[in-house]
């Protein structure tokens, strides 16, 4: 039984392009939500500038930790996927151990950054994170008789960092999802090079015992 290999590399590399898509996306609203944060935790009073103890933010920063280390290692492994001259498709065992060796630790990472990320959240409202907070007061108005304040000085980005934390969390669980199906293609696609390899041999003794 004859095995085409190509279809399994294509699915690899569509995934992996997916990977570094969304690790892109992930970084920058976890990034960008943080930023928020650190300049205005300080000085607006939405954020409890005399309560900064009240604010767990080290799941935020897993996230975008989780993030760059994924972004890195898949898109290495992506760019020397296509690189000529090191001919991965070839050596099917070294592609094969260099995805694996990309996708694990990104794997684990993930999966602990989501489990510690939703633990975080559930401390609330004892100890909030950003996204329980924003979601929380993403709504809600100041009092009438309350000065108006500058944008950066209220609750008006709160709907949107609320949006972006949940999309920051929830992308980071996709992306833990395609690590697991990446890994799983890549033995796959190890075992179809292997056997179409196999077969090709077997096919040119075959060749060379007919011609002699």
Not at 136 to 144: D, F, G, H, M, T
Not at 153 to 169: D, P, R, T, V, W
Not at 181 to 197: E, Q, R
Request: charged share 10%; proline share 6%.
């Amino acid at each position: 039984m004859k095995i085409n290999p190509a279809p399994f590399h294509l699915a690899q590399a569509i995934i992996t392009g997916l990977i570094v898509a969304l690790s892109v996306a992930t970084l920058g609203t976890s990034a960008h939500t943080l930023d928020v944060f650190n300049k205005q935790q300080p000085s607006n009073p939405w954020w409890l500038p005399l309560w900064p103890q009240h604010f767990d933010t080290q799941g935020m920063k897993a996230l975008v930790a989780s993030s760059v280390v994924t972004l890195v290692l898949c898109g290495a492994f992506l760019v020397a996927s296509f690189v000529p001259k090191l001919a991965l498709r070839q050596k099917y065992t070294l592609r094969a151990l260099l995805s694996l060796a990309t996708i694990f630790p990104s794997l684990l990472l993930t999966l602990v950054t989501v489990v510690w990320a939703h633990i975080l959240n559930h401390n609330a409202p004892e100890v909030d994170t950003i996204q329980t907070w924003t979601c929380k007061y993403k709504s809600s108005q100041p009092l009438p008789q309350d000065i108006k304040m500058p944008s950066d000085m209220g609750n008006a980005s709160f709907k949107s960092l609320c949006q972006e934390s949940k999309f920051a969390l929830y992308g980071t669980l996709t992306i833990f999802l395609l690590l697991g199906t990446s890994m799983g293609i890549t033995i796959v696609t190890w075992l179809a090079d292997k056997w179409a390899s196999r077969q090709s041999r077997k096919e040119g003794i075959e060749m060379g015992s007919v011609q002699s």
